[in-house]
């Protein structure tokens, strides 16, 4: 910015888009995907038959981790469980909004058991976790969008979940509805990039969805099909980093004219049960 200055950055010349654009520091809750495993199939991309590698899960893990504090956030973990292969999604087992905390009721019988630790971690840390009552499976679907909160439904979380999440948080809560299987959670079609804005895949949705999120986001970022399928949409932005899954490439030029600063992160092993790098975050919003 130009001190002094009431122009914009953006009517000064050479002033750089991504100027703009800057970080908060964040709270991240992840769990290690010590027992991550393929043993059952509940969405498009699950194929028990096909192994996963652990130790390379392992590993881009550890790198997502890493690019979190090397940009300042804060990483906080839950420890992992033998039984539940898929508890390494954190995002799924709680919606954390102004301090309260809404603990899931998974839509799968496998995946039930994962609320308790979850709820416990936030017990251990004074935060009371008010369990759902209908089918929500946390910030897969629930999605805090400054002054509203997203909702998907059409997979697993239930509608009437929406209205409890509403009367629980307090917050507005506006309901989209998903029509593609492989895109099951709201977070795999859509992340939030700042309170104003958003990015998606429009034909995830069904079309009066797509009404809603051209009306509410008019400036949107919107992506292809193949940036959707690399889970480029499963994306954590802090206000100015993107951390992005590394297929998703014409995404990350999108981001980059925008401002944004892509962080290219690879967790192709954890594509195999259908998540990404949203899915293995749970942000916790004081
Ligand atoms: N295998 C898990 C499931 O189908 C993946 C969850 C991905 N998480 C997410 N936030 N989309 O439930």
Not at 80 to 91: C, G, R, S, T, Y
Request: aromatic share 10%; net charge neutral; hydrophobic share 40%.
């Amino acid at each position: 910015a130009v001190p002094g200055s009431a122009v914009p950055d953006s009517a000064v010349p050479g002033a750089a888009a991504s100027d703009r654009r800057v970080p908060s520091p964040r709270r991240y809750l992840v769990c290690e995907p010590r027992y991550f495993a393929v043993r059952y199939a509940i969405n498009p991309w699950m194929r028990p038959d096909r192994p996963v590698d652990v130790l390379r899960a392992l590993d881009q893990w550890q790198a997502l981790v890493d690019a979190y504090r090397d940009r300042g956030h804060t990483v906080e973990r839950v420890a992992p469980l033998p039984a539940l292969p898929d508890m390494v999604f954190a995002a799924n087992a709680a919606a954390v909004v102004g301090g309260r905390v809404l603990g899931s009721l998974f839509r799968a019988p496998e995946r039930r058991p994962e609320s308790l630790p979850y709820a416990a971690w936030f017990k251990a840390r004074g935060y009371d976790v008010r369990p759902a009552e209908s089918v929500c499976e946390g910030e897969g679907d629930l999605v805090p969008a400054g002054r509203w909160i997203l909702a998907g439904t059409g997979f697993r979380t239930a509608p009437e979940a929406h209205r409890e999440a509403q009367e629980f948080f307090g917050v507005p809560v506006i309901g989209l509805t998903l029509v593609d299987p492989y895109f099951y959670h709201l977070d795999t079609a859509l992340f939030v990039l700042d309170d104003e804005n958003v990015c998606y895949y429009p034909e995830a949705f069904t079309p009066g969805s797509r009404e809603v999120l051209a009306r509410l986001y008019p400036d949107a970022v919107t992506a292809t099909r193949a940036d959707a399928l690399a889970f480029g949409l499963n994306s954590v932005c802090d206000g100015r980093h993107v951390f992005l899954a590394a297929g998703a490439r014409a995404l990350a030029g999108r981001l980059a004219e925008r401002g944004y600063v892509p962080v290219p992160v690879d967790l192709s092993e954890f594509h195999k049960a259908g998540g990404g790098i949203k899915c293995c975050t749970q942000e916790i919003r004081s």
